[in-house]
């Protein structure tokens, strides 16, 4: 059996954001989402994950965002020093506090925005975190992860044709066997500052192409979300990578 979480990123982000979720939720093909407690619509987002009970919810553990630029990458915004460790411990232990009283219980998997957990001291930290609540930590469970459906590539060079239903449906049906989390990033309007904007319009549009749904019926896989693998897919070994996003 095949089993895939397809995990949009950044809820809470803005209401542009939260209405692509939503929208790709309940027309398209994704399961599960990762919240940003510290972003102007983190509340809106938690009070939408009550309407929509088969939504998974985990925390995207949002440090900072870094953006290209003339003279290398430059942060749009940063919460704390991300090489602090004493700092980034606090700030990932107010996170998850605020995560569980937007939400009203612990997230049911841990991610990092821009892959921040790459790196230490964050991935030390996040993998303990993990552990104690024993929920999947992207990179470090058993489940596969393909973040090849992204629509640019380093230097914010752009890949409009790797978010196309045609990319999805070929990447659909080149996954391999076990449960593999497929990342993406929907918007219904561009109401927030990211290094990472139009492109989240066409992922709506992609995540909710019916061609898409048929590709996953036809190569019978099994739309799931973390919630289910709390203890079986808990963090603890490398997954293996298919396609790393930028």
Same mark, same amino acid.
């Given at each position: ?31 599960? %989402? ?10 809106? %987002?938690?009070?939408?994950?009550? &309407? ?36 980034? %411990?606090?700030?990932?232990?107010? &996170? ?85 989390? #497929? ?5 219904? &309007? ?44 808990? %963090? ?5 990578? #298919?396609?790393?996003?930028?």
């Amino acid at each position: 059996m095949r089993e895939l979480v397809v995990n949009a990123d950044d809820l809470g982000l803005s209401p542009g954001v939260n209405e692509g979720i939503a929208r790709a939720h309940l027309e398209g093909i994704v399961t599960s %989402a990762s919240l940003m407690v510290r972003q102007p619509a983190a509340e809106a %987002a938690a009070e939408l994950a009550r &309407q929509l009970p088969d939504l998974g919810v985990g925390l995207h553990v949002d440090l900072a965002e870094w953006t290209p630029g003339p003279s290398g990458w430059t942060p749009l915004y940063a919460f704390v020093d991300d090489e602090d460790a004493s700092a980034v %411990a606090r700030e990932v232990e107010q &996170q998850l506090a605020l995560f569980e009283n937007l939400v009203g219980r612990s997230p049911d998997h841990l991610d990092s925005h821009q892959h921040a957990h790459r790196s230490e001291p964050l991935r030390s930290i996040l993998g303990r975190v993990a552990d104690e609540l024993s929920v999947p930590l992207r990179f470090q469970s058993r489940f596969g992860y393909f973040g090849g459906f992204y629509g640019q590539a380093r230097e914010r060079r752009l890949l409009p044709h790797a978010i196309s239903p045609r990319a999805l449906r070929t990447a659909i049906t080149e996954l391999p066997d076990g449960a593999t989390e #497929l990342c993406c990033h929907p918007a219904a &309007q561009l109401d927030f500052r990211s290094s990472y904007g139009p492109e989240r319009l066409q992922e709506l549009e992609t995540l909710c192409d019916p061609t898409v749904r048929e590709a996953i019926a036809a190569g019978r896989l099994r739309l799931a979300s973390f919630g289910g693998h709390r203890r079986r897919f808990h %963090a603890g070994a490398e997954t293996r990578p #298919l396609m790393a996003e930028w």
